[in-house]
C-alpha cells in the first residue's frame, strides 16, 4: 500500500487549504487514517484521527474548529480541510493509515511522504 498526499503550498495567514491523501495498492482495507505535521526543529505531532467508518473524528487542540478531516471509503482517499490558517501551522503535513492485508491477515501501517504547508503572516 501506498499513500500520496497532495494540496499543500503557500498560503496567507486566514486563509485556507485542502490536503489530499489516496491510497492504492491491491489486497487492502484501511481502517484508521490520520494526518500528522512536522514542523522545522520539532516532533511530528497528531494532527487530526478519523476511524475506518468515519463516523468518529479526534483533533489536537491546536486545530479544533480550524481544520475538518474527513474520508471517502469508496477511493480510498482521505481529506484535511484547513481553515483560518496561522503560521503556526507551517509543517509538513503527513497522511498515515492503519490497513490489513488480505494477502498476509497482517495489520499493518504506512506514510505518506508528506505535503509541505507555509502559512504566511
Known amino acids: 500500500v501506498q499513500l500520496v498526499e497532495s494540496g499543500g503550498g503557500l498560503v496567507q495567514a486566514g486563509g485556507s487549504l485542502r490536503l489530499s491523501c489516496a491510497a492504492s495498492?491491491?489486497?487492502?482495507?484501511?481502517?484508521?487514517m490520520a494526518w500528522y505535521r512536522q514542523a522545522p526543529g520539532k516532533q511530528r505531532e497528531l494532527v487530526a484521527v478519523?476511524?475506518?467508518?468515519?463516523?468518529?473524528?479526534n483533533y489536537a487542540d491546536s486545530v479544533k474548529g480550524r481544520f475538518t478531516i474527513s474520508r471517502d471509503n469508496a477511493r480510498n482517499a482521505m481529506y484535511l480541510q484547513m481553515d483560518s490558517l496561522k503560521p503556526e501551522d507551517t509543517a509538513v503535513y503527513f497522511c498515515?493509515?492503519?490497513?490489513?492485508?488480505?494477502?498476509?491477515?497482517?495489520?499493518?501501517?504506512?506514510w505518506g511522504q508528506g505535503t509541505l504547508v507555509t502559512v504566511s503572516s
Open positions: 478519523i476511524t475506518s467508518g468515519g463516523g468518529s473524528t
Open positions: 495498492g491491491r489486497a487492502f482495507s484501511i481502517t484508521d
Open positions: 498515515n493509515a492503519k490497513y490489513v492485508s488480505h494477502l498476509t491477515t497482517k495489520y499493518l501501517e504506512v
